[in-house]
T-cell receptor, first 113, second 113 residues
Framework: GDSVTQMEGPVTLSEEAFLTINCTYT??????LFWYVQYPGEGLQLLLK?????DKGSNKGFEATYRKETTSFHLEKGSVQVSDSAVYFC????????????FGKGITLSVRP | DTGVSQDPRHKITKRGQNVTFRCDPI?????LYWYRQTLGQGPEFLTY????????KSRLLSDRFSAERPKGSFSTLEIQRTEQGDSAMYLC???????????FGNGTRLTVT
């Protein structure tokens, strides 16, 4: 079946540090890949997505590149801010599967001033 | 766009009682999803509606769970004879057809005592 594996957390960084959050996937079909973010007290929000191999999704300074050869979709940001503190979820959906999302476990990022 | 609305935000109930949650999707969205999220895990798919038709149900959705979307607008999720293992955050999401992203509500947190 389809699955998403995220690196273990939590992650604590100082402001302006470089961020990488690893995500790998297995899928029976050809998936679209997503990063969702959940800020404290808020609902899940789409951060970025990529729908085909070598696509790069980007938003709010975050980037992730769809790597079919390594089945990965790692999230990166060059300089994190305190306001980036949140839980980050990697997810996939397979074409023809009603856009149903399969999520990873999520990772908590804390950024200290 | 008022977003996806869920009610109530919190529900505490005693084991064995029935509970019902409501989801109001974004008005023009014809797809509606229910997910369950437990502590430290990513959201897990429960069921999916396209308009009023329930097109997919997860194996996680035991016979104590039932979901409806009678007029293709709001949806309800009922849990009968609640068990402590049902304690979780129940998330609703909606989307347009095709490759549109899912928009999530803030969830209903259920605690079964």
């Amino acid at each position: 079946g389809d699955s998403v594996t995220q690196m273990e957390g939590p992650v604590t960084l100082s402001e302006e540090a470089f961020l990488t959050i690893n995500c790998t996937y297995t899928a029976t079909g050809y998936p679209s890949l997503f990063w969702y973010v959940q800020y404290p007290g808020e609902g899940l929000q789409l951060l970025l997505k990529a729908t085909k191999a070598d696509d790069k999704g980007s938003n709010k300074g975050f980037e992730a590149t769809y790597r079919k050869e390594t089945t990965s979709f790692h999230l990166e940001k060059g300089s994190v801010q305190v306001s980036d503190s949140a839980v980050y979820f990697c997810a996939l959906s397979v074409i023809g599967a009603n856009s149903k999302l399969t999520f990873g476990k999520g990772i908590t990022l804390s950024v200290r001033p | 766009d008022t977003g996806v609305s869920q009610d109530p935000r919190h529900k505490i109930t005693k084991r064995g009682q029935n509970v019902t949650f409501r989801c109001d999707p974004i008005s023009e969205h014809n797809r509606l999803y229910w997910y369950r999220q437990t502590l430290g895990q990513g959201p897990e798919f429960l069921t999916y509606f396209q308009n009023e038709a329930q097109l997919e149900k997860s194996r996680l959705l035991s016979d104590r769970f039932s979901a409806e979307r009678p007029k293709g607008s709001f949806s309800t999720l009922e849990i009968q004879r609640t068990e402590q293992g049902d304690s979780a955050m129940y998330l609703c999401a909606s989307s347009l057809a095709g490759d549109s992203p899912l928009h999530f509500g803030n969830g209903t947190r259920l605690t079964v005592t």
